[in-house]
């Protein structure tokens, strides 16, 4: 126990000292998605991250609950009770760090808790999903992959929105204490208030990310999530009732946390091979760590509280472009899609080119709104496969409902041959849409 007086004399000195600098993640956020990443297909990532950036929402909400009972040890071996709250902190996170370096396996080849069977569908499936290279050495380490990375148009327009995201949310930081107080609540009172925003945003985050991994369809998420801090923020102006601005968190809270998850999936959804991938994250993490900045000194300085007007409309403006911007997005890669998918009837995938990596025919990036192959010549595809093969249907069928699937998105099901039973075939519409 001897470090914990250094501990509190050094948290100290940097609070009192660099009272404008706030003690973060840091490196945490992005490698944790990406970690993610390595142990679940594309279409079932964003529920997972989101849970992890949920724990976030449920931190604010509570935190100060338990920094105001920690704050009860005040004086305890000649210590303040904040610096009690950062002693705690740093052993808690210590810990629970130096436990997950043995507790977290590297990959899902060396997942202890795996059986030999599970391990091998896993990698499979993440292989057929694109999360994994099925060649392990395109998962090497390149300075290719890298400026590739730094290249890539969606990478490019996602790195704008994470600037935007990170100054909405250093944002809120400002608005709900104001708003709180104006309510006139203090101490344990007012941390209670801010408990309800928080746990709709946890709430509602989940509902995202389990409705945006189910209809593959990150960027609408973004854009509605977007859509709800435009209108938060645009109350908090209108109105000069703090009843009416508290409500208004509502909004913007839930829109903020709820857009990150969403362009996070939709990131390292479309980034592969694995350097690529860890460069698009590490992009767009640096670049929410600037809008947080750019957000700090946009509302500690040049727009005073309590109103905050010239902040409050510069984070309508950069809400509003959280809108534009996923739209773009959306539009490149339905051109990318429709290209992929012309390629794909050109050529089967063991003949495209090394290095394409996101690029590849078999990866597809956003949802697109109609099939890239008209239904009646998938049909007749498959019909005429099913006449050849009618000893094997069932099989021979089975294999040509991945290819139709891969090429027009297409559920279909046929029933066995009777004795004397004509060939029966069904669709049943458009689905699978990334």
Not at 365 to 370: D, E, I, N, S, V
Request: hydrophobic fraction near 45%; charged fraction near 15%.
């Amino acid at each position: 126990m001897s470090i914990l007086p250094w501990i509190g004399r050094r948290f100290e000195y940097s609070t009192l000292s660099f009272p404008p600098f706030t003690i973060n993640l840091g490196g945490l956020p992005p490698c944790i998605v990406l970690y993610l990443s390595f142990f679940y297909p594309r279409k079932r990532l964003q529920i997972r991250i989101a849970v992890f950036f949920s724990a976030a929402s449920l931190a604010n909400a509570f935190s100060g609950l338990l920094a105001a009972a920690i704050d009860q040890l005040n004086g305890k071996a000649g210590k303040p009770g904040w610096a009690w709250i950062f002693i705690l902190a740093c052993i808690f996170t210590v810990v629970v760090g130096v436990i997950s370096f043995y507790l977290l396996p590297r990959s899902p080849q060396t997942a202890s808790f795996l059986t030999e069977k599970e391990r091998t569908y896993v990698i499979s499936t993440l292989k057929q999903a694109g999360s994994v290279s099925e060649d392990d050495d395109k998962d090497n380490f390149s300075w290719t992959e890298v400026v590739r990375a730094v290249k890539s148009p969606h990478v490019l327009v996602l790195a704008v929105m994470s600037f935007l995201s990170g100054a909405l949310l250093i944002g809120l930081a400002y608005f709900e204490p104001t708003i709180v107080a104006g309510l006139g609540f203090a101490g344990n009172h007012a941390q209670l208030m801010s408990v309800p925003p928080y746990a709709v945003t946890f709430v509602l985050s989940i509902i995202s990310a389990f409705v945006s991994d189910h209809f593959q369809c990150r960027g609408y998420v973004v854009i509605l999530c977007s859509l709800l801090q435009v209108i938060g923020f645009s109350i908090f102006y209108a109105s000069r009732s703090n009843h009416v601005r508290y409500a208004s968190l509502f909004f913007s809270v839930t829109g903020a946390f709820c857009t990150v998850p969403a362009q996070n999936a939709w990131l390292t959804n479309n980034s592969a091979p694995h350097t690529r991938r860890a460069t698009a994250v590490a992009i767009a993490f640096t670049m929410a760590e600037l809008g947080g900045i750019l957000s700090t000194w946009l509302l500690g300085s040049i727009s005073p509280a309590p109103n905050y007007t010239t902040a409050t409309i510069a984070l309508i403006v950069m809400a509003i472009c959280m809108v534009i911007f996923p739209s773009i997005n959306l539009a490149y890669l339905w051109r990318e899609n429709r290209l992929k998918a012309e390629r794909r009837q050109r050529m089967r995938k063991e003949d495209e080119p090394d290095g394409l990596g996101d690029r590849n025919g078999s990866m597809r990036g956003a949802r697109p709104l109609q099939s890239q192959v008209p239904a009646q010549q998938s049909l007749r595809f498959l019909l005429a496969s099913f006449n050849l093969h009618t000893d094997h249907c069932r099989i021979t069928v089975l294999t040509k409902v991945e290819i139709s699937r891969e090429i027009s998105h297409i559920w279909l099901s046929c029933s066995p041959l009777s004795q004397g039973q004509r060939p029966h075939l069904e669709w049943h519409g458009l689905v699978e849409r990334e």
